[in-house]
């Protein structure tokens, strides 16, 4: 699986957008890109993933580059609740992958009043 | 649609007794796999099991730790003799059998103390 680059923490006003950028210059055709985060301590959510489109649902955007070799996560209006580490995994999809998720140390998201 | 279980959520455990932890996945998904958490540290992949079947243990340690997935109830992850290092969070995760959408969902951990 591709390997992917975070900024270590950013800062974001409550209620502003949150974009949180990935670089996957290594990803190859079949390799999505995931996105999860985690809460203090708590069991990691998944939040989106997609392969070439743009991605969209209840909870943040997900925006590929042309070339597949960035993403940028996006929380249209953060909250406190948002504080947590995001983490950009790649990873091949396919029958008899064996799936595991590959973490690195993610981008520590810090939402301030 | 109930998420992923785990039980206990809390264990302690001395040091050389065994430590059981438990994880139901999600209704209608049949792939499980386990993570570690050091403290201050990151996610590990350890196992992927599917019903009756390890598919790979490339992250698990080589001694002590076991995993299974029977045909009928939980996913158990088995610590024999722990140690201090072991203390950690476990967190499992389920994902449905389709493979190409295999999304997986996390439980909210067991936090294994050793004392």
């Known amino acids: 699986d591709a390997k992917t680059t975070q900024p270590p923490s950013m800062d974001c006003a409550e209620g502003r957008a949150a974009n949180l950028p990935c670089n996957h210059s290594t990803i190859s055709g079949n390799e999505y890109v995931y996105w999860y985060r985690q809460i203090h301590s708590q069991g990691p959510q998944y939040i989106i993933h997609g392969l070439k489109n743009n991605e969209t649902n209840e909870m943040a955007s997900l925006i590929i580059t042309e070339d597949r070799k960035s993403s940028t996560l996006i929380l249209p209006h953060a909250t406190l609740r948002d504080t947590a580490v995001y983490y950009c995994?790649?990873?091949?999809?396919?029958?008899?992958?064996?799936?595991?998720?590959?973490f690195g140390q993610g981008t520590t998201l810090q939402v301030k009043p | 649609n109930a998420g992923v279980m785990q039980n206990p959520r809390h264990l302690v455990r001395r040091r050389g007794q065994e430590a059981r932890l438990r994880c139901s996945p999600m209704?209608?998904?049949?792939?499980v796999y386990w993570y570690r958490q050091l403290p201050e540290e990151g996610l590990k992949f350890m196992v992927y099991?599917?019903?009756?079947?390890?598919?790979?243990e490339s992250g698990m340690p080589k001694e002590r730790f076991s995993a299974e997935f029977p045909k009928e109830g939980p996913s158990i992850l088995r610590i024999q003799q722990v140690v201090r290092g072991d203390s950690a969070a476990y967190f499992c995760a389920s994902s449905p059998p389709e493979s190409h959408a295999d999304t997986q969902y996390f439980g909210p951990g067991t936090r294994l103390t050793v004392l």
């Open positions: 209704k209608g998904h049949s792939h």
């Open positions: 995994i790649v990873r091949v999809v396919y029958a008899g992958n064996t799936g595991k998720l590959i």
């Open positions: 099991l599917q019903k009756e079947n390890i598919i790979d």
